[in-house]
C-alpha cells in the first residue's frame, strides 16, 4: 500500500509563511511527479505547482514568486514553501503522486488526506 502524508498546516496572519510536506511511504518502486493542489470552502480542487523527479518546477500564476515547490528524492517527500500568505491562500492543501509500484509497470495517481492553511487578513 501506498501513502501519503501531509504536514505543516496552520493559522497564519496574511504576510507570512509556512512550510508544507508531504512524505511517500509504503511500498514502491519509484515516485515521479508530485503536485500540490489546494481547495478552498465552496470551490473546485485546483493545481498549484508540480516537480519532475529531476526536479523541473511548474507554478500558477496566483503563487509565481510567492511558493516554492522542491523535493527530497531520498526521503520521498515534496515540500511547498509558501512565503507572502494571503488570505486567497486559505484553501485544504492536498498532495498527490504518480507512484510506481513494481519495476516497468505504470504510474498510478495517489493522494494524501490534506492540511489545512488558514491565512487570516
Known amino acids: 500500500q501506498v501513502q501519503l502524508v501531509e504536514s505543516g498546516g496552520g493559522l497564519v496572519q496574511a504576510g507570512g509563511s509556512l512550510r508544507l510536506s508531504c512524505a511517500a511511504s509504503?511500498?514502491?518502486?519509484?515516485?515521479?511527479?508530485m503536485r500540490w493542489y489546494r481547495q478552498a470552502p465552496g470551490k473546485q480542487r485546483e493545481f498549484v505547482a508540480r516537480?519532475?523527479?529531476?526536479?523541473?518546477?511548474y507554478y500558477i500564476d496566483s503563487v509565481k514568486g510567492r511558493f516554492t515547490i522542491s523535493r527530497d528524492n531520498a526521503k520521498k517527500t515534496v515540500y511547498l514553501q509558501m512565503n507572502s500568505l494571503k488570505a486567497e491562500d486559505t484553501a485544504v492543501y492536498y498532495c498527490?503522486?504518480?507512484?510506481?509500484?513494481?519495476?516497468?509497470?505504470?504510474?498510478?495517481?495517489?493522494w494524501g488526506q490534506g492540511t489545512q492553511v488558514t491565512v487570516s487578513s
Open positions: 498527490n503522486a504518480d507512484v510506481r509500484r513494481y519495476s516497468g509497470t505504470a504510474y498510478y495517481d495517489y
Open positions: 509504503g511500498s514502491f518502486f519509484s515516485v515521479g511527479v
Open positions: 516537480i519532475t523527479s529531476a526536479g523541473s518546477t
